[in-house]
């Protein structure tokens, strides 16, 4: 279905290797479903969730997702949507979770008022304080060692936010940061890398893809919010 995790086969490849080592895969917007279903299709024992608020892509989604047992979908802005899935989930924070967080940003409400959400530091912060063992894959996440790497940004009144380590450093509680460091084009949808950030407390797995750690130092950092 799709092509899950912007098609990039050296980012395919290296979240399928924590998600070998997990139990259960959380996702932040859902978009079109093409990594949710990716994950359920081809780890169908594994309870996969994924929350979109904006209907339109929630509805698309929905006709995908419901083939899938494994799967349970909310329209529940993050981070209050991890409240859900701790209703749900006996023994949550006990079990090794892997992450995909890409709810930065903006969708549209059913009466057409655009909505603006920008919780990654929250979502880090709950999930390092919480979970035993995890490791948060983060989309269109600024490289400082690889500036050709796409990421997000906004500019909004007063503030013009940056998708990358600033953002979320102070909300690592003891993790560490990395960011995938591959520069060769495999996604057939788009002729760009995008800059996928890494935060875990687990040990780097066994893996031929290049990878950098963050800690803040050897580079110039760039617009802080």
Known sequence: QGVPFHGDHHTISYISTYL????????????????????????????????EPWDERYNISYEVLKKCPNVTMSRTPSP???????????????????????????????????????????????ITKNFKKYAIFI??????????????????????LICGPDMIRNQLNGAK?????????????????????????MDLLDDDEPIVENDGKGYEEIGRA
Request: charged share 25%; proline share 7%.
């Open 20 to 51: 070998k080592q997990a139990d259960i895969f959380i996702e932040t917007g859902t978009a079109y479903s093409d990594s949710s279903h990716y994950v359920a299709f081809n780890f169908p024992d594994m309870p996969v969730y994924t929350d």
């Open 80 to 126: 209050d949507f991890f409240k859900e899935i701790e209703e749900k989930e006996t023994n949550l924070f006990d079990k090794t979770a892997v992450f995909w967080l890409d709810a930065h940003g903006d969708w549209i409400e059913p009466d057409g008022k655009r909505m603006f959400a920008w919780p990654l530091p929250e979502e880090v912060d709950y």
């Open 139 to 160: 989309d269109d996440f600024y490289n400082p060692y690889t500036p050709s790497h796409k990421f997000d940004e906004y500019r909004i009144p007063d503030h013009h």
């Open 177 to 201: 940061m990395y960011h995938l460091n591959h520069t060769e084009i495999t996604s057939k949808m788009q002729p760009f890398v995008v800059g996928i950030g890494l935060v875990t407390n």
